[in-house]
């Protein structure tokens, strides 16, 4: 499928429109002349929507008034028709962002009634009545940490680039550490973080910044040596006022690589909550994966930490994962709830260009998916609730990615990194520094990225110390703009 696009309207929006019926699609400048497309044509004033489908030619035009929106309006009959022709009815409708649960706070913060934000879903989305329910309930949950957000908080990112293998589905920049020279790259690269972590207290010092939530992840954070996990946590720990922190959150994620030592370490050093990510209990689809441990190093693992004072703990689980089944997620889901971890959150796969799968053609649309998630009942019997929500581009049936905790539990880094509440400082290879307008929650995000390869990382490390220098100048612009209080 090859999706064509005409007019000024007919941009972002109508490409990730017809996406969502046909995830696979390709952007194209012409027509084809074989096989199939989708076009969308915006006029002055009329839009125009065409799909050749196995041979066969639909099509709709729809004349716009004065005051409807161009984008929309050809987005709408574009859905219009894919949805007749297809026979497919996306649960999440039109909604083509990745942050739901955000509208519904920025309906709010402009003095939407709750029947206008329903409408918004229901009608002008065309979002399934179970959708917009979920959203508006996590919205509902999240309302007391937003208004209690002080315009000046932020948060810190430190990231690890580093695993012992590259999953089929992952996308991220991380090099395995098998390897010699990886093995080599990973000394000098947790000295320069220690180096960068350093100039982001400074950082935040001097713009008064206030940092209440510290979140270590990667790849693979204790792919590191003991050591070297030692190195960096003790850093922080002198650097940084730990009592003052809400939480701070170690990936402990793959049992490959976390033994009771590391998991001592996180908990010496001041962490309080840490990840412990199974993504399966099935061998089987583990292997499907590319990991290199079994089901029972899951359990194990769990066990050491809970032996190591670890009280809060996540368990990540993806539904749709090669090789698996409603059954097998099933049981996947039980034996997690069954550790009884304090999160659990379910991913929905998400099929990246960069990722194994999608770059060696292994992965194809898994139709249980919807059924394997619809299992999720079972956490709301067993206590847990969904605190925060997010969707992205190429999960399977335009599904979505649930954090659920049991009450008191939420991962505040979560919520905050979701819905841009406030500033998130990020160090490391990959980093994405996001910069937020205090007192502007839904204004305008700067960003300030460092290299994205550990080499360059390493190679140009003065370069990134130099861009720290942004953060000061942004807050002194906010200042002089009186968008905040110095």
């Known amino acids: 499928m090859q999706i064509v696009l005409r007019g000024a309207a007919a941009g972002y929006e109508a490409e990730h429109t017809a996406r969502i019926f046909f995830p696979g699609a390709e952007k194209a400048t012409q027509i084809p002349e074989e096989g199939d497309f989708v076009l969308a044509v915006s006029h002055e004033k009329t839009d125009f929507v065409l799909l050749r489908l196995n041979s066969a030619l639909f099509w709709r035009t729809a004349v716009r008034t004065p005051e409807q929106d161009a984008e929309y309006s050809l987005c709408r009959l574009l859905y219009g028709l894919l949805q007749e022709q297809t026979g497919q009815n996306p649960p999440w409708g039109m909604m083509t962002g990745v942050r739901p649960v955000r509208i519904i706070h920025d309906l709010r913060a402009m003095g939407a009634t709750e029947a206008e934000i329903e409408d918004r879903f229901l009608r002008h989305f065309a979002c399934t009545p179970q959708k917009f329910s979920l959203a508006r309930g996590i919205a509902d949950l999240q309302r007391p940490v937003l208004e209690g957000a002080d315009p000046m908080d932020c948060s810190v990112y430190a990231g690890i680039p580093f695993c012992p293998t590259r999953c089929s589905y992952c996308s991220f920049v991380s090099r395995t550490v098998g390897d010699k020279a990886t093995r080599a790259l990973v000394q000098p690269y947790v000295d320069n973080l220690c180096r960068e972590l350093t100039a982001i207290r400074k950082t935040a010092d001097r713009c008064g910044l206030r940092i209440r939530t510290f979140y270590i992840g990667g790849g693979t954070p204790t792919s590191l040596s003991a ?22 959150t170690v990936e402990a994620g793959r049992p490959d690589c976390t033994d009771p030592e590391k998991l001592r370490i996180i908990k010496q050093y001041g962490a309080t909550r840490i990840s412990i990510n199974p993504q399966t209990f099935s061998d089987e689809v583990l292997h499907n994966i590319g990991r290199r441990h079994t089901a029972q190093d899951i359990i194990d693992c769990f066990a050491a930490a809970r032996s190591a004072g670890h009280d809060n703990i996540n368990m990540d689980l993806i539904a749709g994962l090669p090789g698996d089944t409603v059954e097998g997620f099933t049981h996947s889901l039980e034996q997690t709830i069954a550790l009884a971890p304090e999160n659990i959150t379910v991913h929905t796969l998400t099929l990246k260009r960069a990722s194994n799968l999608v770059v060696e053609h292994r992965a194809a649309a898994y139709d249980d998916v919807a059924a394997m998630l619809s299992r999720c009942d079972a956490l709301h019997q067993a206590g847990y609730h969904p605190y925060y929500l997010y969707r992205q581009k190429g999960t399977l049936q335009n599904l979505e990615n649930i954090g659920w905790a049991k009450p008191g539990r939420e991962c ?6 979701m819905e841009e509440i406030h500033t998130i400082l990020s160090a490391g290879a990959g980093g994405s520094t996001k910069l937020v307008i205090p007192g502007k929650r839904h204004g305008k995000i700067e960003r300030i990225f460092n290299f994205k390869y550990p080499t360059e990382y390493i190679d140009r490390f003065e370069e990134i110390l130099a861009r720290k220098k942004g953060v000061e100048d942004f807050y002194e612009r906010c200042a002089a703009q009186t968008l905040c209080k110095p």
């Open 227 to 248: 050591a070297q996990l030692e190195q960096l946590m003790s850093h922080i720990a002198a650097t940084f006022d730990l009592a003052s922190l809400d939480e701070y």
């Open 412 to 417: 505040l880094y979560n919520i905050y990194i």
